[in-house]
Structures are given as structure tokens and as C-alpha cells.
């Protein structure tokens, strides 16, 4: 079998001829360890192991200085010798095999210079200090970035503040995850010497973060075959009847996909356009994607056809002759030229028809879109270097929609770090980042200032809130969609103009139903730190419970509903935030919208209203638990220490303080709000009497509808 049947998906060098590299054989890493054992050649020399890198480095950038690959290239070789990888060989062959990914990418020299130190600070004793002496701060910045935290001193938090770290830093170098991606390749390549249950972990976490992250950076050639190997480890049966297939078609006598890309050579040659033809195999994972989805495999379904033209003008010449000379499947036509996808993709996607009924794909693009497409960010070369030292061409990939205005820091990198700074613990954190990296289509939206917010399809006007002002969307208080009024629920399509009306109390409370709506990270840690700061909001109010914002849900003393509510099991039972009843309260609900009983006690206010609207009681009781929550009321002379001493008494009780507010002193009069959680309701009338007996508190109380007013 060849190369090409066995993984369609290598990785080469970009242009201009897809089909040369997939002659080539992969680089053999053992005659790379050997040349490395061999050593540094003499000082000016490129010691012969880097051979490759630098060949193909100077294949995308002529005129590069070699000198740093070199000495960074000495330095691993030194520093890593005598370690071995797991399969036997020696360490350095690791660092080269990923830096010769890169280089075929055509990543710029700081890049390859960083990556071939990348795992020294971690693995040897060179240190940070002496990379930036040697190679400078950039270099020091990227191997820093993709170094690993220590797992003594983060334990099993090691690997998601790992990547908390290298996200932060890919924020300000994007050249970071690049190496990182480059770097897990090749482990991915090299995982079959590890524990089968260490080889499916690891594919895991490239399938929920690492290939999500190269498909958002563009880098196509590294996420097709990181699928595939993903694909082998996680799901073996249907990898090796996949495999069979490809294998099957590669025996056939006939070939479509030839044939059509004969006829096409000859239709735009006759037309006089100037284009490669190019036959490009699918990589395993979409040619199983392609058989779930038309069930049986047709020759011309393993491939795609690629048209590599010079200019962008040739894409839509090129595609004008198509659907005139053969025939088109309109609906399979895309224009992703106009109308670029989030990460940096440009191309025309057409397909046309053979008389037999096959069907051939067909890409349409230029050399450099076809670069940026399979290299992504690593494309860009070095993205701080002033726009002449880049080797662009200009190919207009740079439109005014925000999202791509600056492509080594786009959009969603930017919100990913918005909230990540906002998810405190690295559980949260590590399971919003793959929630987040599973929301992979992007929508614009427009503001009515001009401006654009990026969203992931099926994001809501509350998501496009907390997007645009962060905690403050707190206050938002309704919204205009495309010019009318809408509901913060309203999902949001692409190219909406969202206008969000924005209220001025600053001690608005988002609405706990919001959560529901919020699919977006930055708003639902948001939401959700509010009401976990504020449990029950028990200050004073004149609207009723049920027309108030968010009372939550005590956690604790959930009463158990008796039989009314027999025809609603499972409702969702709520203890109202004006009179936040405690056992053994007389207690008494009513149900609310969405099949929710709230629960108060009967000599609250709201009761008699509820009852004079025609609420029907739902009887409830006290569960078995005793636990509960309460919120408490402290009236006190103002003086100093009085708030350390009052907390302090709570404390001495045994009970913990969920969240307090001191309002400004009145007359010298100031009043606490606590909201506490008991182990035991019994021990509340002893709670109040220690609060009581601290000097200066003239009452304490429970937080009522209608609090007494001094
Ligand atoms: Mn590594």
C-alpha cells in the first residue's frame, strides 16, 4: 500500500503542489536520532540533523538567518542528551520532529527557534533566564509559554491551568499555540508506546481542546490528521472499516475523480485560465463523515478536486467556466471568498455532476489562500513584524467585520480569556473551555454604534449583553432586535443589529431565568457569581415575591411538598426571598410559573396579597433536613470593629456567613443584612441572641416583606 492510501491526511510542505508531498516519505526519526547522536557539527556548521528544518525553512523563507536555529539546535541537542523518549529513542528527536512540522508550515525563524527549545525548561536544566540570554525575549516568551505547570505543585489542577496558562499567553503571542499544536502532533504520532488508557486520555483532550484550537487558528493541515489519529485511538472499529474502504477504492481499476479533473483541466485550458488541477484524498475522518451521510461510497467521493489560481479575480473565472461547461450542483456552491468563514478560511466550494450521477467536489482559491488554509495563523509569518517584512501578497483576507480584523487575536480568543479570568477554579475552567471549544460556528451581530460582537451560533440577547459589557449587563433591562422589542431570550442570527437597553440602578440583579438563556461562558459565570453572592436578596421590597428578581433557591431546608401538589411531582420548590422561612415555621406555597412552588411563611405579607389575587395555597411541609438558610437583620450604633465582632459572634456559633451588606450609617444608625447558613434550624433563636450581645447591636430580626423600621 502506499504512503498516500495509509494516511491521506500528511501534512507537507504548502504550495505549490499538493500532490508532490504526498510522494514523499515521511521523515525517518531514526536516521534523525542517529545524526543526532552524532552530535553538534563544528561551531559554523548546521550540524546535520537539522538538515531537514532548515531545508525546509528556506523552501518558505529564502532568505532567513540560520545562525539562531543552530545554536538553539546545539543547546537542546546538549541539554537533552541521554534522555529518551518512551519508544527508545533519543529525547532530541522529539523537538526536531516538531519543529520540522512547523517548518513545513512555513512558521517564521522565532517560531522554529522556540520550538526546537521547547522542553527544556521543563525537562533539563536550562532555565528561562538563560533562554532570554541566548535567544532573546521572544523566544524566552514562547517557551515559556508552552512549558508545563509542575504537577507537585498543582496536582490534578496540573493540566487545565497548564492550558489556562499557555491560552493567556497565545493572547498576547499567538505563535505559542502553534507550537503547542505542532507539539501534540507529534505525540499524538508517537502515543502507540503509551498505556492504552494514557493513549485515550490524551485523545480526549486533543479532540475537546487541542483540535477545536486548530480549526479556530486556521491550521487545517494539523486538525485533519490530529482528528485521524484521534479517530484510530477513540473509535477502532470504525477506523479500521474506513481504512477498508480506502483501501477497496485505491484497488480500483477506475478512477472518477481523474477523469474529472482531466475534463476540467481541459475546460479551463481551452478558456485560457491558468490553474493547477490537483486530486486532494479525504483524511479518514471525513471520508467516514461521508459515508454516514450517503451511505454508500462512489469513487469520486474519497477526493476532492482542488484549483489552485494565481489571482483572486481567476477564482470566479474559474468557476464561471465550471458551471457553464459541466454541470453544476448549485447547492453545494459556496462562496467563502465574500463571505469568510471566523478563521481566516477563504475558498469557493462548488461541485459538479457526470452523467453517471457522481459527484465531484471542487475547491476553488489561490496559492495564498491555499496557504493560509492549510497553515492558518502559522501562515502569517511573524504577526508583529511591520506589514513589508511579511511575506503577504495581499490577499485581501483582511475585511472591516471585526472578527478578522486582527487574525492573531481574534474574537473568540478574546472572550475566552474575558472569562477565563472569571472562572476562579480550574474545574470550571476546564470544563467551560471544552463547552466553549464545542461552540464552533460563529455569528455577527451589529450594534447601533457601528460596532460588531462575535457570538457562537445559538447565542441569545442575554449572551450578546454580558459580551458586550461584561458584569454590568447585570442592568440590562430589555433590548431592540433589528428595531423592534424582543425578549432577552431571542436567539440571535447572523447579521442582526442588536440594541441593548441598558437600565441605571446600580444594584440591578440579573434574573436567575437568564441562565437558562445564556450559552456563552462569560455570561453564565456571570450570572452565576452573582447568585452565588447574593442567595437570597432579602432586602426590603414593595413588589410582591414572585414579580422579583432572582430569590434562589435555598440549597438546603428544601421543604418537601405533601400531597397537593401529588399531580406536579417534581415541581420545583422555592423559598421566597421576602420572608426567607426557616423550620419550623408555619410555612405555606403557592405555585408559580413554570411549575414552581414558592414557599412562605404564613404571617408574611405576601401570603394575604397572593390570597386576594385568587392564588390557590399549595399545602408543604418541612423535609427532614435541617439545615437552612436565613437572612438576618442587624441593627447597631455605629462604632469601629463593630462588623468584625458581629461576624465574629456568627462565627463562634458555627455558622457560616453566605453573603453580608452594611448599609452607610444613618444618624449613626447602620443595618447588616446577613444571609447565614445553619447546620441545625433549631440553633437559630441562639444564633440571634449572641448577635444580640454583641455591644452596640440594639436588634436583630428576620429579614421580613415588611421590615421593621427603627
Ligand atoms: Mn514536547
Not at 450542483?329 to 461541485?351: G, R
Not at 399531580?567 to 421576602?578: E, K, N, Q, W, Y
Not at 411541609?621 to 462588623?643: I, K, N, Y
Amino acid at each position: 500500500m502506499s504512503a498516500e492510501a495509509t494516511n491521506p491526511a500528511t501534512p507537507g510542505p504548502i504550495t505549490p503542489a499538493v500532490q508532490r508531498r504526498r510522494g514523499r516519505p515521511r521523515i525517518d526519526l531514526r536516521r534523525l536520532g542517529r545524526a543526532a547522536l552524532l552530535g553538534p557539527a563544528g561551531r559554523d556548521r548546521l550540524p546535520d540533523a537539522i538538515g531537514h528544518v532548515v531545508e525546509a525553512h528556506r523552501a518558505h523563507h529564502p532568505d532567513a538567518d540560520l545562525d539562531p536555529l543552530r545554536r538553539a539546535y546545539v543547546l537542546a541537542e546538549s541539554s537533552h542528551r541521554g534522555q529518551m523518549r518512551k519508544s527508545g529513542e533519543p529525547y532530541i528527536t522529539h523537538p526536531l520532529a516538531v519543529t520540522l512540522i512547523l517548518a513545513e508550515l512555513g512558521a517564521e525563524t522565532t517560531t522554529l527557534t522556540a520550538s526546537l527549545l521547547h522542553d527544556t525548561v521543563e525537562d533539563t536544566e536550562v532555565t528561562l533566564d538563560q533562554v532570554r540570554a541566548e535567544f532573546g525575549e521572544e523566544v524566552r516568551y514562547l517557551v515559556d509559554g508552552v512549558t508545563k505547570l509542575e504537577k507537585v505543585d498543582y496536582g490534578a489542577a496540573a493540566e487545565p491551568e497548564t492550558f489556562r496558562k499557555m491560552l493567556v499567553a497565545t493572547g498576547s503571542d499567538v505563535r505559542v499555540m502553534s507550537i503547542k499544536l505542532a507539539d501534540r502532533l507529534h505525540n499524538m504520532r508517537t502515543l502507540g508506546v503509551m498505556r492504552p488508557e494514557k493513549q485515550e486520555r490524551i485523545a480526549k483532550v486533543t479532540k475537546d481542546v487541542l483540535i477545536p484550537l486548530a480549526e479556530r487558528l486556521g491550521v487545517q493541515a494539523l486538525k485533519t490528521e490530529l482528528e485521524d489519529l484521534v479517530f484510530e485511538i477513540l473509535r477502532p472499529e470504525e477506523y479500521a472499516h474506513t481504512r477498508e474502504l480506502i483501501v477497496q477504492n485505491s484497488s480500483r481499476a477506475d478512477d472518477p475523480l481523474a477523469e474529472i479533473a482531466e475534463e476540467v483541466r481541459g475546460v479551463l485550458r481551452e478558456a485560457g485560465l491558468q490553474a493547477e488541477v490537483l486530486i486532494r484524498p479525504r483524511h479518514f475522518v471525513s471520508v467516514h463523515r461521508v459515508s454516514r451521510k450517503r451511505g454508500e461510497m462512489r469513487g469520486a467521493d474519497f477526493g476532492r478536486l482542488l484549483v489552485l489560481v494565481n489571482e483572486d479575480a481567476d477564482c470566479y473565472g474559474v468557476l464561471g467556466e465550471l458551471h457553464t461547461c459541466l454541470t453544476p450542483v448549485v447547492s453545494e456552491f459556496k462562496d467563502f471568498i465574500a463571505v469568510p468563514k471566523f478563521n481566516l478560511y477563504q475558498s469557493l466550494h462548488t461541485a459538479v455532476a457526470r452523467p453517471d450521477g457522481q459527484v465531484a467536489e471542487v475547491l476553488i482559491r489561490t496559492h495564498q489562500m491555499h496557504k493560509v488554509a492549510e497553515a492558518g495563523v502559522i501562515a502569517l509569518g511573524n504577526p508583529y513584524a511591520a506589514p513589508a517584512e511579511e511575506q503577504q501578497d495581499g490577499d485581501g483576507a483582511r475585511s472591516a467585520d471585526g472578527e478578522r480584523a486582527d487574525p492573531t487575536r481574534p474574537g473568540w480568543l478574546s472572550r475566552l480569556l474575558d472569562w477565563q479570568e472569571a472562572a476562579p477554579d480550574p474545574d470550571t475552567f476546564w470544563s467551560t473551555l471544552r463547552e466553549d471549544l464545542a461552540q464552533d460556528r460563529e455569528i455577527t451581530v451589529f450594534r447601533p454604534d457601528g460596532g460588531t460582537l462575535g457570538l457562537p451560533a445559538g447565542a441569545s440577547c442575554v449572551d450578546a449583553a454580558y459580551a458586550q459589557y461584561g458584569e454590568d449587563a447585570h442592568a440590562c433591562i430589555g433590548v431592540r432586535v433589528n428595531g423592534r422589542l424582543a425578549r432577552l431570550s431571542t436567539v440571535l442570527k447572523d447579521g442582526d443589529t442588536v440594541q441593548l437597553l441598558m437600565g441605571q440602578d446600580p444594584a440591578s440583579e440579573p434574573s436567575r431565568e437568564w441562565l437558562e438563556h445564556a450559552h456563552t461562558p462569560v455570561a453564565r459565570i456571570a450570572i452565576t457569581r452573582w447568585l452565588a453572592a447574593h442567595p437570597a436578596s432579602a432586602t426590603a421590597s414593595e413588589a410582591p415575591a414572585e414579580t422579583r428578581r432572582p430569590a434562589a433557591d435555598g440549597p438546603a431546608a428544601r421543604p418537601a411538598a405533601a400531597d397537593v401538589v401529588v399531580d406536579r411531582p417534581g415541581a420545583t420548590v422555592r423559598l421566597a426571598g421576602c420572608c426567607t422561612p426557616v423550620p419550623p415555621d408555619a410555612i405555606t406555597g403557592f405555585s408559580v410559573r413554570g411549575g414552581v412552588v414558592t414557599v412562605h411563611r404564613v404571617e408574611c405579607a405576601a401570603v394575604e396579597r397572593m390570597k386576594n389575587v385568587g392564588r390557590a395555597e399549595v399545602e408543604v411541609r418541612w423535609g427532614d433536613s435541617s439545615e437552612c438558610r436565613v437572612t438576618l437583620f442587624a441593627e447597631s450604633f455605629g462604632r469601629p470593629h463593630l462588623l468584625a465582632d458581629l461576624t465574629e459572634a456568627i462565627a463562634l456559633e458555627g455558622v457560616a456567613i453566605v453573603s453580608a451588606t452594611v448599609e452607610p450609617p444613618s444618624q449613626q444608625r447602620v443595618r447588616h443584612t446577613y444571609t447565614l447558613q445553619l447546620p441545625d434550624a433549631a440553633h437559630l433563636p441562639a444564633l440571634m441572641r449572641a448577635m444580640r450581645n454583641v455591644p452596640g447591636v440594639f436588634d436583630v430580626s428576620r429579614a421580613h416583606h415588611q421590615s421593621p423600621t427603627p
